[in-house]
């Protein structure tokens, strides 16, 4: 099992910047790709970016593509979002999770077997 607990959601202005951050903690984190996911108000929850168990190779959105990135640090048991550019419709309830899946470009939110509580990112015009 892996526990995973988000950080760095928060208020911002438009075209501003955030950086979410995961820490896993449980088995070992290279073991798991990883995503971030997010729920806007009223709308169901997506995949935003994913990345694999090395983190050589990383997937996102085309909304995202060019103003977010995702990476993580295995020695750090952690996974990052840099967002830049914001935009109002990046406003949502963001999620990290985990998958044991080899196959890390799925991209099915039912392949993710943990979750993170999420954090809220609102992005004010």
């Not at 997010?38 to 997937?59: C, F, H, M, N, W």
Request: neutral net charge; hydrophobic residues 35%.
């Amino acid at each position: 099992q892996v526990q995973l607990v988000e950080s760095g959601g928060g208020l911002v202005q438009t075209g501003g910047s955030l950086r979410l951050s995961c820490a896993a903690s449980g088995r070992m984190f290279s073991d798991f790709a990883m995503g971030w996911f997010r729920q806007p108000p009223g709308k169901d929850r997506e995949l935003v970016s994913a990345i694999s168990r090395s983190g050589t190779d990383t997937y996102s959105k085309d909304s995202v593509r060019g103003r977010f990135t995702i990476s993580r640090d295995n020695a750090k048991n952690t996974v990052y979002l840099q967002m830049n550019s914001m935009r109002f419709e990046d406003t949502a309830v963001y999620f990290c999770a985990a998958t044991e899946r080899a196959d890390w470009t799925s991209f099915v939110l039912g392949d993710y077997n943990y979750w993170g509580q999420g954090t809220q990112v609102t992005v004010s015009s």
